[in-house]
């Protein structure tokens, strides 16, 4: 990449920015295009054609991969995302491709890292409405670590995990080990 694209692309974004951004954000990003524009003799035209190129977007949980397509989906329709598999090893990489212009670009990485976030918190109740619901907890004679009457208790978390638990369905496995006491014959 030649250093007027990387100039082109980096106030591509600054014009996705001027265009999206929030009060003193879109009139600072708007002043700043304006400043670069006219220092380097770049025109309007000449950013419309910085056009679609690819972007990776790192990810770690095979939520947050899908989370990445989904975004793609989103704001370009099917077919302009994609995986990586490895040169050498033929495994998958954590990374997912995307075909699209730099503003459309900013969008959907800020959007991920906001969706990721909300992500992580909601499956962070599921997993604590999933033990619940299974009762996946020490007998009391075993527990030691009992939250003290002392600790704050966020009651809208709470109430999420309940109504997560009622769409949750009880699952019991059959226990392979007896009961103590019961064949101990020696």
């Given amino acids: ?38 220092k380097h003799g770049i025109t309007d035209e000449d950013l419309e054609d910085a056009g679609v190129r ?7 949980t095979e939520y947050e991969r899908r989370l990445i397509r989904q975004l793609a989906y989103k704001y370009l329709g099917s077919g302009h995302s994609f995986g990586c598999v490895g040169t050498y090893s033929n495994r998958p990489r954590k990374n997912v491709g995307v075909e699209c212009t730099p503003a459309q670009y900013i969008e959907i ?4 890292e906001f969706y990721r ?34 600790d704050e208790v966020d009651m809208e978390r709470i109430e999420k995990m309940l109504a997560m638990m009622g ?20």
């Fill in 109 to 112: 990485e800020a959007d991920f």
């Fill in 54 to 60: 690819l972007y990776w977007i790192r990810y770690k």
């Fill in 1 to 38: 990449m030649t250093e007027r694209e990387r100039l082109l692309e980096r106030l591509a974004g600054v014009k996705a920015l001027a265009e999206s951004g929030e009060g003193g954000e879109r009139e600072n990003a708007a002043a700043l295009l304006e400043r670069m524009m006219a």
């Fill in 117 to 150: 976030a909300a992500l992580a918190e909601e499956m962070d109740i599921f997993y604590s409405a999933f033990l619940q619901k299974n009762d996946l907890f020490p007998p009391p004679e075993l527990e030691d670590q009992r939250p003290s009457d002392d």
């Fill in 167 to 186: 769409g949750i369905e009880h699952r019991t496995r059959h226990k392979a080990l007896p009961e103590s006491g019961e064949g101990d014959q020696r």
